[in-house]
């Protein structure tokens, strides 16, 4: 074999390694930034369950308060209400 045809062989399979090492490097960055993509709404995910639940939370709590603490009506309902309710009486 020539000197010049086993230049060629060794650029063109160095050439192929280096090619086949890149897409090899490029997957895995791409695979790397979809796990991460992955993680983040997994994040998200919890956050808003976290959110959810202390809102749900706050909810019965004003029930409760609500069932404890009898609420008067505001002061507008009370004389639209309470002005027809007394000259009745």
């Known amino acids: ?12 399979g160095l050439g ?13 960055q791409e695979r ?3 796990h991460k993509g992955v993680e ?3 994040e998200k995910q919890r956050i808003r369950q976290e959110r959810q ?6 909810r019965r709590l004003e029930e409760e308060y609500r069932k404890m603490q009898h609420v008067s009506p505001s002061a507008e309902a009370s ?6 309710q007394s000259q009745g009486s």
């Open 1 to 12: 074999m020539s000197r010049a045809s086993k230049l060629t062989l060794a650029a063109t």
């Open 16 to 28: 192929t390694a280096g090619i086949v090492f890149f897409v090899h490097w490029s997957q895995e």
């Open 32 to 34: 790397s930034a979809m």
């Open 40 to 42: 983040r709404d997994v």
């Open 53 to 58: 639940a202390e809102f749900e939370m706050q």
């Open 79 to 84: 004389n639209s209400g309470g002005s027809n």
